[in-house]
């Protein structure tokens, strides 16, 4: 099957784990805005034990883009960890702050 047949070739999927001082610190919205920006499709939410979790979907660079945009995150935010896992593509379409 050539890549024109399959409009997911090429396309990567990374569920992330975000830990630090990641929330009250605009970290959803900076990193909703920087997926659109690099036309990423996923999800972002804030989790109760105070980490942010994000899956992004979409051409490997524009997704390997929005990992370094995470690894610092918007003013205001500190990272001291980032878990990165692979995942199949799903076809994810746009980019949400999940609730």
Same mark, same amino acid.
């Given at each position: 099957?050539?890549?024109?047949? !399959?409009?997911?070739?090429?396309?990567?999927?990374?569920?992330?784990?975000?830990?630090g001082?990641v &929330?009250? $610190?605009?970290f959803?919205?900076?990193?909703?805005? %920087?997926?659109?920006?690099?036309?990423?499709?996923g999800?972002?939410? !804030?989790?109760p034990?105070?980490? $942010?979790e994000?899956?992004? %979907?979409?051409?490997?660079?524009?997704?390997?883009?929005?990992?370094?945009?995470?690894?610092r995150?918007p003013?205001?935010a500190? $990272?001291? &960890?980032?878990e990165?896992a692979?995942?199949?593509?799903?076809?994810?379409?746009?980019?949400?702050?999940?609730r």
């Amino acid at each position: 099957m050539s890549d024109d047949a !399959n409009p997911q070739a090429g396309t990567i999927r990374r569920l992330v784990r975000v830990r630090g001082r990641v &929330q009250g $610190v605009w970290f959803r919205r900076a990193t909703r805005d %920087e997926a659109r920006a690099h036309a990423v499709a996923g999800w972002v939410r !804030n989790c109760p034990d105070g980490s $942010v979790e994000a899956v992004f %979907e979409g051409p490997a660079s524009a997704v390997e883009a929005l990992l370094a945009f995470v690894r610092r995150g918007p003013p205001g935010a500190r $990272v001291d &960890q980032l878990e990165i896992a692979e995942q199949p593509p799903r076809g994810e379409q746009g980019f949400s702050i999940a609730r």
